[in-house]
């Protein structure tokens, strides 16, 4: 079956380390995105990939990393200058070409939790 | 300036009646469309309904409805007959402009729906 597919779905780590969060989509859509979400304050775009090799900032990119070498993967790094790390991560893809509306499909997340 | 506003951060309704989640969204493109999102306690966000700005009548998949008012820039969410397993967050959420390099959606704060039996 076509999805997304993010691990690990549970994550610690301790202050001042480096982690990155998986995703993967067989969808063979275009678009990918990374979303984190906290309590009472909706999803906020963090980055966004249209193509591959080709990547945007999002609302709150900073502390943040991301690289899109294939079409179906899209890993978010989370380093040590993100000042408050611990979220829910939600990834996301889309198709970009012809009846589009813009609908995003989402992974199941990745709960981080820094000690 | 929000540009999707979700008012009501908790919602109750009874089980088998209809329920209203407000939408209010801030955009001056002429072509974007609105979305509303499911996201059970599991946390998978699950599409609900579309609207296109330029869609004339009401997006409708089964029991949900969306009560589109373009000049009021509302777009609100409507459930009938709700059941048990409509207990969850429902987020709105927008795309502006028709394509291109236009590929983001902005998510409103969410409304928190239970539903009493």
């Known amino acids: 079956d076509g999805g997304i597919t993010q691990s690990p779905k549970y994550l610690f780590r301790k202050e001042g380390q480096n982690v990155t969060l998986s995703c993967e989509q067989n969808?063979?859509?275009?678009?990918m995105y990374w979303y984190r979400q906290d309590p009472g304050q909706g999803l906020r775009l963090i980055y966004y990939?249209?193509?591959?090799?080709?990547?945007q900032k999002g609302d709150i990119a900073e502390g943040y990393s991301v690289s899109r070498e294939k079409k179906e993967s899209f890993p978010l790094t989370v380093t040590s200058a993100q000042k408050n790390p611990t979220a829910f991560y939600l990834c996301?893809?889309?198709?970009?070409?012809?009846?589009?509306?813009?609908?995003?499909?989402f992974g199941e997340g990745s709960r981080l939790t820094v000690l | 300036a929000q540009k999707i506003t979700q008012t009501q951060p908790g919602m109750f309704v009874q089980e088998k009646e209809a329920v209203t989640l407000d939408c209010t969204y801030d955009?001056?493109?002429?072509?974007?469309?609105l979305f509303w999102y499911k996201q059970p306690s599991s946390g998978e966000m699950i599409f609900l309904i579309y609207?296109?700005?330029?869609?004339?009548q009401n997006a409708t998949e089964g029991r949900y409805s969306l009560n589109f008012q373009k000049a009021r820039k509302s777009a609100n969410l409507v459930i009938s007959a709700s059941q048990l397993g409509d207990s969850a967050m429902y987020f709105c959420?927008?795309?502006?402009?028709?394509?291109?390099?236009?590929?983001?959606?902005?998510f409103g704060k969410g409304t928190l729906l239970t539903v009493n039996p």
């Open positions: 955009t001056s493109d002429q072509s974007y469309g």
């Open positions: 990939s249209q193509i591959v090799n080709d990547f």
């Open positions: 959420a927008m795309r502006e402009g028709s394509g291109g390099s236009n590929y983001k959606l902005t």
């Open positions: 969808l063979n859509h275009d678009a």
């Open positions: 996301a893809s889309s198709i970009s070409t012809g009846r589009w509306t813009g609908e995003l499909f």
């Open positions: 609207q296109g700005s330029y869609d004339e």
